[in-house]
Nanobody, 126 residues
Framework: QIHLVESGGGSVQTGGSLRLSCTAS?????????VAWFRQIPGKEREGLAT????????YVDSSVKGRFTISQDNAKNTVYLQMNSLQPDDTGVYFC??????????????????WGQGTQVNVSS
């Protein structure tokens, strides 16, 4: 069992940046293998943005945000970050982090992750 807490959401203008944090109740390494960021936009399915293989911090970023979003981790702080640059109004939504030990399919499939945070709201205005 692992408890996740997101932070860092807020309101920015188009072109701005935010860094989201996902802090775990225990060390990621040895507990889970994947920590991911998802986004929920009203009326749409929860979409995967980026995943980190925690053993060596290997990042996997979805093509939809590649070049603008990066995922990184700080094992000493039990924290995974999502750096978001060049934000657009379409990026507005609730951002969640999730973790799982074994993924038997797409790293960006929300249904395959067991542990979730409560989400943090991101608003991008034009």
């Amino acid at each position: 069992q692992i408890h996740l807490v997101e932070s860092g959401g807020g309101s920015v203008q188009t072109g701005g940046s935010l860094r989201l944090s996902c802090t775990a109740s225990k060390n990621f390494v040895g507990t889970v293998n994947y920590v991911a960021w998802f986004r929920q936009i009203p009326g749409k399915e929860r979409e995967g943005l980026a995943t980190s293989w925690v053993a060596d911090s290997s990042p996997y970023v979805d093509s939809s945000v590649k070049g603008r979003f990066t995922i990184s981790q700080d094992n000493a702080k039990n924290t995974v970050y999502l750096q978001m640059n060049s934000l657009q109004p379409d990026d507005t939504g609730v951002y969640f982090c999730a973790a799982e030990k074994t993924i038997g399919g797409s790293l960006f499939a929300a249904s395959l992750y067991k542990f979730w945070g409560q989400g943090t709201q991101v608003n991008v205005s034009s």
